[in-house]
């Protein structure tokens, strides 16, 4: 029986593997499920595994000229401002504890007058957080598929330069110090592409900061089908460390970290959406929207909990970060 009922039956298209080319895939899918976040269509995706490298990915999935009915008006970027509220004790902590190390491994990469692109910018929360513990100016690039008018005005106040469209038909002539790439590589057609526009792009010693989510993350075998990483059905790819680490060294790029970061939002939405409640509804929709909450402290300090622990143990969490440096001249 469809869990959606949205009354939108979209046309699916078989793809191959981005990572290799087959189109061969394991008998078995991998995942399968609905649009549970938006019910943008009714249809049943599937993620598969290809038989040739192993890669996960959604296909069939939407043709490209749809791609819009899946990413709605209200789209929730899921950005560090929407999980962790503003004054929240815990987006403090994620700020400042549990996110301040990998800013200061970008920073340490800058001086006066640095270039940095964010992929993905949404209103640029990350640009700003990055700009004020900079103990220099500067110069901050930002791009996103469009701009709202709100996010664009909000942007240009902070004389940050707007790059629009798909990243890997962007035309630039800027070399880059530091790449931001959050949550990004796994909604892509072609992230192999998208990679090697940012190794192009980076400056001799530049730093590449990406994150994605973690095909192997603890909450994937609590929630399977359920599992918000998923992100049905945009999310074209889920990454192992193994896959995205090749993908990122083949085009030239040396990994200086790759491991498991806190994300613990995740754990509340997919609870709710495994107990058929709507991931993203805000708190005061009924009683146990309340208790299963970003915000609801008890809820937000399990979920952090967990991870951290998952990171001692040397598990995987739902997100994995990655470093990578381009070789400078001296290298």
């Not at 880059?176 to 192009?200: G, L």
Request: net charge negative.
């Amino acid at each position: 029986m469809n869990p959606i009922d949205s009354g939108v039956e979209l046309e699916l298209v078989p793809v191959p593997c981005a990572m290799c080319g087959s189109a061969e895939t394991e008998p078995r899918p991998v995942f399968e499920g609905y649009d549970y976040e938006y019910r943008t269509c009714d249809n049943q995706f599937r993620f598969v595994a290809c038989s040739e490298c192993g890669h996960v990915y959604q296909s069939p999935r939407v043709r490209m000229a749809d791609v819009g009915r899946i990413y709605p008006r209200d789209y929730d970027l899921r950005v560090t401002e929407v999980a962790y509220p503003a004054f929240a004790p815990f987006r403090w902590l994620k700020l400042n504890v549990l996110d301040r190390g990998w800013y200061r491994k970008v920073i340490a990469n800058l001086r006066a007058g640095s270039r940095v692109l964010d992929i993905g910018a949404g209103f640029g929360g990350n640009l700003t957080f990055l700009a004020e513990l900079a103990p220099f100016p500067v110069k901050l690039f930002a791009n996103d598929l469009r701009f709202e008018p709100e996010a664009r005005s909000h942007l240009s106040e902070r004389n940050v330069t707007l790059l629009e469209g798909p990243i890997e038909d962007v035309q630039c002539s800027e070399r880059f110090d530091a790449i931001i790439c959050q949550h990004v590589i796994e909604h892509v057609t072609d992230p192999k592409q998208v990679i090697r526009w940012i190794s192009d792009h980076l400056a001799p010693g530049g730093v590449l900061y990406l994150e994605a989510p973690d095909l192997n993350g603890l909450s994937r075998y609590v929630f399977r089908n359920h599992w918000l990483a998923l992100s049905i059905p945009r999310h074209f790819h889920m990454f192992s460390r193994k896959a995205l680490a090749a993908c990122v060294s083949e085009s030239d790029l040396k990994i200086e970290f790759h491991g498991a970061i806190v994300e613990a939002s995740h754990w509340p939405a997919s609870l709710r959406i495994k107990l058929g409640m709507k991931p993203h509804a805000p708190s005061s929709t009924g009683f146990m929207y309340s208790i299963i909450s970003y915000d609801n402290f008890l809820a937000k300090s399990v979920s952090c909990m967990v991870d951290l622990m998952a990171i001692v143990l040397g598990l995987s969490t739902v997100t994995q970060a990655l470093i990578a440096r381009k070789p400078g001249a001296s290298d």
